[in-house]
């Protein structure tokens, strides 16, 4: 089976425009979760879907966003974007939940986005 | 984030040494997860522990669950370069998000 895979790689964008990140997770895992990791607070939860439902949500300013379509592929977005922003960004799927202590998240190789 | 505690934060250590990487939770545990993270790059999935006092191992590496310590240990035996990177734990502790520990940054030196 593919893993998760995450595009772009590699992003750099200026303060105030806005970006979006796109997860596909493996076959058959209906869950998608979002983190940032930043050298400073760590790997943060931002979000995470279940079939086409935000489930759970992290601590972030409305700037982020996120859904998940009918094939399980999920979109994040950032608009307004800040130099704080800056960070690696991880999807990760699973089957049922990332809450779920029976199941294991899988993780894609991260979107490096860099803010100017 | 302060659900979970990793100690220690670095680690230096000699090829063919032993070492262990402890997570505390500050909730209860209802399981547990280890993974491995090459700077900058995703994280690599290790063990997951369900129960207390439950543990597993993967070639050198072992885990063990401590329900009642709220705490789980990552043991490797005889390091190689190869070992090298950032170890998590994560848990969901309070059943509605995922937490990762601090962190742990293993350098092993040939």
């Known amino acids: 089976k593919a893993g998760v895979t995450q595009t772009p790689r590699y992003l750099i964008k200026t303060r105030g425009q806005q970006v979006t990140l796109s997860c596909s997770p493996i076959s058959g895992h209906r869950s998608v979760s979002w983190y940032q990791q930043t050298p400073g607070q760590g790997l943060q939860f931002l979000f995470e879907?279940?079939?086409?439902?935000?489930?759970n949500k992290g601590n972030f300013p409305g700037r982020f966003s996120g859904r998940q379509f009918s094939n399980s592929r999920s979109e994040m977005n950032v608009s307004t974007l800040e130099l704080g922003d800056s960070a690696l960004y991880l999807c990760a799927s699973s089957l049922a939940g990332s809450t779920k202590s029976t199941d294991t998240q899988y993780f894609g190789p991260g979107t490096r986005l860099t803010v100017l | 984030s302060q659900e979970l505690e990793q100690s220690p934060q670095s680690l230096i250590v000699q090829e063919g040494k032993n070492l262990t990487i402890n997570c505390t939770s500050s909730k209860t545990l209802y399981g547990l997860y280890w993974y491995k993270q090459k700077y900058g790059e995703g994280l690599i999935f290790l063990m997951m522990l369900q129960k207390g006092g439950e543990e597993k191992s993967h070639e050198k590496i072992t885990a063990k669950l401590d329900e009642k310590k709220q705490q789980s240990s990552l043991h490797i035996t005889a390091s190689q370069p190869s070992h090298a990177g950032i170890y998590l734990c994560g848990a969901a502790p309070t059943g509605n998000q995922f937490y990762f520990g601090t962190g742990t940054s293993l350098t092993v030196i040939p």
């Open positions: 879907y279940f079939s086409e439902t935000q489930r």
